[in-house]
C-alpha cells in the first residue's frame, strides 16, 4: 500500500510506519490522518504483522496539526469548530492504536508536540532519542490539549506533572521523559531505528495472544476497581489458556528449550 504521506514497511512481522511530511516536522494535515488510519487498520488485520513501530522523518517526529492555513477561516469570517476535526481525524487514531491487539511501539526521534504528543502516549512503549522532546503546545495558541493527552498524560506522570506540562508548556527532554515513565530508554539518534526494530521484533516472536490481552487488561485497569479487576483478570487467563501458546510454553518448559510462539 503506498501513502501520500507515509513510508510503511513490513518485515520480520513489525510493520513500520513514518510519518513523512518532514518539511513541516511531520505535522498532520488531512491527508495524513487519512493515510495513518488506513495503515493502522492494514497493520491490525495483516496476519503477518505482529507489531507496529511509529517513527518520524526528518528532524521531528511530529508537530501535531498543521497550522498553516488555520487563520484563514478567521480571515473568511467564520467560527472554528474545532471538535468536529477531532472526532473526524483524531479520535479514530487514538482508538485504533489502544484497541489493536499488537504491541504498538513509538520511536520518538524528535520534537512531538500538541496532537503529535497524544500520538505518542497512545503507544504501548515508547523509545526516545537523544533529540525527542515532548511539548504540550495547545496553551501558546490558546487552546487545550486534545487528542488523547488529556486521558492519557495525567494517568502516566500524576496530575500534578500533568498541570505543569499542560499549562506552562514547556519542552520535556529525552531523559526526563524517561524519569517520569513516559519513555523506555534514551538511545543515541542514529541507533533508534534499528533499536526500535528490535524491539519490536522481539515483540513479534512472543506470545502474540498474551500480550494482546496483557494490553486489553493494562487498559481496562484504568478504569475499574479491584474486585472488578480480579474477574477480569480471569477471562483473560482463560483466553490465555485456551491459547496454542499456553500448550507451547507448558511444552518448552518441561523439555527444558526455548518456547516457540510462531
Ligand atoms: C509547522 C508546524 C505545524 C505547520 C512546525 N504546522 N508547520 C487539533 C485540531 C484542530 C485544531 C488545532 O489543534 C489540534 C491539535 C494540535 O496539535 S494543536 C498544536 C499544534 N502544534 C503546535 O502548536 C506546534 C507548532 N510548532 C512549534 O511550536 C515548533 O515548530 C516546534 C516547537 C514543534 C519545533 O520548533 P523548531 O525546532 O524551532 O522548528 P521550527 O518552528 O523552525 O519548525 C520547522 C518548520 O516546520 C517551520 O517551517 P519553515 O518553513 O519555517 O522551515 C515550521 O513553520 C514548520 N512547522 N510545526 N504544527
Redesign the pocket.
Known amino acids: 500500500m503506498d501513502f501520500e504521506t507515509l513510508l510503511v514497511q513490513t518485515r520480520s512481522r513489525v510493520t513500520t510506519i513514518t510519518l513523512n511530511r518532514p518539511?513541516?516536522?511531520n505535522?498532520?494535515n488531512a491527508q495524513m490522518n487519512a493515510d495513518l488510519d488506513a495503515a493502522l487498520r492494514a497493520a491490525e488485520r495483516d496476519a503477518e504483522t505482529r507489531a507496529v513501530v511509529i517513527a518520524g522523518s526528518g528532524r521531528?517526529f511530529c508537530?501535531?496539526?498543521?497550522?498553516?492555513t488555520?487563520l484563514e477561516i478567521f480571515e473568511a469570517g467564520q467560527v472554528p469548530h474545532?471538535g468536529d476535526?477531532?472526532r473526524r481525524?483524531?479520535h479514530p487514531l487514538i482508538r485504533r492504536i489502544r484497541n489493536m491487539p499488537k504491541p504498538v511501539v513509538g520511536a520518538i526521534n524528535g520534537?512531538a508536540?500538541?496532537?503529535?504528543v497524544g500520538l505518542v502516549l497512545a503507544c504501548d512503549l515508547r523509545l526516545v532519542s537523544e533529540s525527542a522532546s515532548f511539548?504540550q503546545?495547545?496553551v501558546?495558541?490558546g487552546?487545550v490539549p486534545?487528542?488523547g493527552n488529556l486521558y492519557t498524560l495525567p494517568r502516566m506522570v500524576g496530575l500534578g506533572r500533568a498541570f505543569e506540562l499542560m499549562w506552562l508548556a514547556e519542552?520535556l527532554s529525552a531523559a526526563e521523559a524517561v524519569r517520569l515513565g513516559l519513555a523506555i530508554r534514551v538511545v543515541a539518534a542514529e541507533e533508534l531505528p534499528a533499536v526500535a526494530r528490535e524491539l519490536a521484533e522481539r515483540l513479534a516472536r512472543g506470545p502474540s495472544v498474551a500480550y494482546g490481552l496483557i494490553k486489553r487488561g493494562l487498559y481496562h485497569s484504568q478504569e475499574t476497581s479491584l474486585p472488578a479487576m480480579l474477574e477480569y483478570e480471569a477471562l483473560l487467563q482463560d483466553a490465555a489458556g485456551r491459547s496454542p501458546h499456553f500448550r507451547e510454553g507448558l511444552a518448552a518448559f518441561q523439555e527444558k528449550r526455548a518456547p516457540r510462539f510462531g
Open positions: 518539511q513541516v516536522l505535522a498532520f521531528g508537530a501535531g496539526q498543521d497550522l498553516t488555520r474545532l476535526g477531532l481525524n483524531y520534537v508536540a500538541g496532537a503529535g511539548l503546545a495547545f501558546r495558541i487552546l486534545d487528542a519542552p
